[in-house]
Structure formats: C-alpha cells, structure tokens
C-alpha cells in the first residue's frame, strides 16, 4: 500500500505516462483521482493534508461512484457508456488495497467480534464501526455487514 505523498505522486507520474502511451481512459481515470484528492485535501474543514485513510475513501467512493453508473448505462442499454466507467473502474482499483477474500474477511470479522466480546446480533452497530474503519478499502461495505450479521445470527 502507498502512503498519500507517494500515492499521489504515483499518479502524477501515471499521469505523464497514460499521456505519452495516449492511454486516453486510463489518463481520465488518473485525473479525476488526482482532482478528488485536491478537493479532499482543500475541503472545509480539512488541515490540508490528506492521510491514506482518506484517500481510499475516496478512491473507494470513485470506485463505487463509477460502477453504480455503469449498471444503469447497462439498464438502459449503453453498453459503449457501461465499459467506459467499468474500465476507469479497473485503473482505479489498481490503487486500493487487495480485497480480502470471503474467508479472509470472515476471519477479520471473526477476531473483531471476539475483541469487542460481542453476542448480540443486537450489538451489530457497535462491530460495524470498528469494522468499516478496520476494513475499509479492503471489503465493500454491504459485505461486511451481511457477514457480520451471518455471524453473529450464528
């Protein structure tokens, strides 16, 4: 995983790259990345710097941004629309953390239940929140809490 600096940096040389192989989709891809990373680093309430935690929010937020937009391309029968987002999509999960497989995530799910001695399933709320922040980048948030509902149904 890259720390932000890094990270922002990669895409900035990305950026020249997609340029020179006029890589046209994956250059937008790494423009608007680079741009949600200004706007997040200069956003009210910000102190102008952004920790990685926030950066794969946002790559996530984009990540997810992009792929809701392609379903409904696809529902409307747009497929050249559809593959255009899916492809920014694959740039942009280039720079997340690796998603962790279902028995991975059942295994992190597993050991944060067992640390916040959780039994209830309603005391959902309170291994969603450590979860997400634990997690985040690294599972969608649907999954986490269909798991951590299947496990604490158990």
Do not use: H
Not at 59 to 71: F, T, W, Y
């Amino acid at each position: 995983m890259y720390s932000y600096m890094d990270l922002f940096d990669t895409i900035s040389a990305d950026i020249k790259k997609a340029m020179l192989a006029k890589d046209r989709v994956r250059l937008e891809a790494l423009r608007g990345i680079k741009k949600e990373f200004l706007e997040a680093k200069t956003a009210k309430g910000s102190d102008g710097t952004l920790t990685n935690e926030v950066a794969t929010r946002v790559l996530v937020k984009m990540a997810k941004q992009r792929r809701e937009s392609a379903n409904i391309y696809t529902e409307q029968n747009r497929p050249d629309l559809a593959e255009s987002e899916l492809a920014e999509v694959a740039v942009i999960e280039e720079y997340l953390p690796k998603q962790l497989s279902d028995e991975e995530l059942t295994a992190e799910l597993t050991r944060i239940i067992g640390e916040l001695g959780v039994t209830e399933p309603s005391q959902m709320g309170r291994v969603m929140g450590v979860a997400t922040k634990a997690l985040a980048g690294r599972a969608d948030g649907r999954a986490i809490q269909a798991k951590v509902k299947e496990l604490l149904n158990k």
